[in-house]
C-alpha cells in the first residue's frame, strides 16, 4: 500500500489548537459563533466549516486530574465506507496518488445521514444550506504541490507528522515502543485502516468516543441489514441525477 499517512503522537499533544486555526486559515473558512459548555473543548464539535477539532476529555486518577487531548478529523480510510455508500457517481473521491478521500460539490445531491452514518468516526458535516457534506481534504492541493498539510506544518510538539505511509507506519511502530516504556497501555489505534494513525498512551475511549471506530449500525441504522441495503443500492450517474 503507498500513498500518504499522518502519524498523530497524542503523548505529545499540549491542545494548543494550532492545528485547528491552521486549518481554518488555510480553507478560508469563517469562525463560529461558540458557547461556554464547561469544557476547553471549543467548539463543542465538529462542522461544515470546523474540519479540525482538538477534543478535550478530563478524568481523574488516583486523585489526579489528567488531560487527554486529541485532534480530531476525518481519517482517511484506506477503504472508505463513505465513499461505498456513496449514491452519486463522482461526489467522493479516493485520489490513487495520495490516497486522500476527498468530497465534491456533488455531495449536496447525496443522503447525508447514509454518508455521516457510513463513517466509523462520525466525521461528515452537512452544510444546512447548500446540503454540501464537508470534512478535512488531507489538504490535498498542498500536498500534491509537494508542502506538508497545513495542521502539520503548524504542529509546535512534533505531535502531527505527515509522510510516505511506509514512513509514518514505521515512525508510529519506534515511537510506540518507546511510549510503551512509561505507559504500557500505549497503543496505535486502527493503523492497517486509516491514513491518520493516532498513538494513544491510554484506552482510546478516555480521548474520544470515536477516537476508536465504531460499527456504523450501531450509530446511526437499525441493524446491519439496513446499513448493506444502503451500501448495494445503485450508484446515480452525474447524467440522470
Not at 478535550?56 to 486523585?63: A, I, L, N, T
Not at 465513499?83 to 447525508?112: C, N, P, R, W
Not at 445521514?113 to 444546512?128: F, L, M, N, S, T
Not at 470534512?135 to 490535498?140: A, F, G, L, S, T
Amino acid at each position: 500500500m503507498n500513498g500518504k499517512s499522518f502519524f498523530v503522537d497524542l503523548s505529545r499533544c499540549t491542545a494548543c489548537r494550532g492545528c485547528q486555526v491552521s486549518c481554518k486559515q488555510w480553507k478560508k473558512l469563517p469562525a463560529e459563533k461558540t458557547v461556554n459548555t464547561g469544557s476547553h473543548q471549543n467548539p463543542a464539535d465538529l462542522s461544515f466549516v470546523t474540519l479540525k477539532v482538538v477534543r478535550f476529555q478530563e478524568r481523574v486518577d488516583k486523585g489526579k486530574v489528567r488531560w487527554f487531548f486529541m485532534p480530531d478529523q476525518c481519517r482517511h480510510c484506506v477503504e472508505a465506507p463513505c465513499k461505498m455508500a456513496s449514491g452519486v457517481e463522482g461526489s467522493i473521491l479516493h485520489d490513487e496518488k495520495t490516497g486522500a478521500v476527498v468530497y465534491t460539490d456533488l455531495t449536496a445531491q447525496e443522503d447525508f445521514e447514509i454518508i455521516r452514518g457510513a463513517c466509523p468516526y462520525d466525521i461528515p458535516r452537512q452544510d444546512p444550506v447548500t446540503k454540501r457534506i464537508s470534512k478535512c481534504d488531507m489538504c490535498n492541493d498542498r500536498v500534491t504541490a509537494g508542502m506538508l498539510p497545513a495542521c502539520v506544518k503548524t504542529c509546535p510538539t512534533g505531535a502531527m507528522n505527515f509522510g510516505d505511509r511506509d514512513a509514518m507506519l514505521a515512525m508510529a511502530q519506534n515511537r510506540l515502543a518507546e511510549v510503551k516504556k512509561k505507559w504500557p497501555k500505549a497503543q496505535l489505534v486502527n493503523p492497517d485502516d486509516v491514513r491518520v494513525i493516532f498513538l494513544a498512551v491510554e484506552d482510546p475511549a478516555f480521548y474520544a468516543k470515536n477516537l476508536l471506530a465504531q460499527a456504523p449500525e450501531t450509530r446511526r441504522f437499525a441493524s446491519r441489514r439496513d446499513l448493506l441495503v444502503q451500501l448495494l443500492r445503485p450508484v446515480k450517474s452525474m447524467t440522470s441525477v
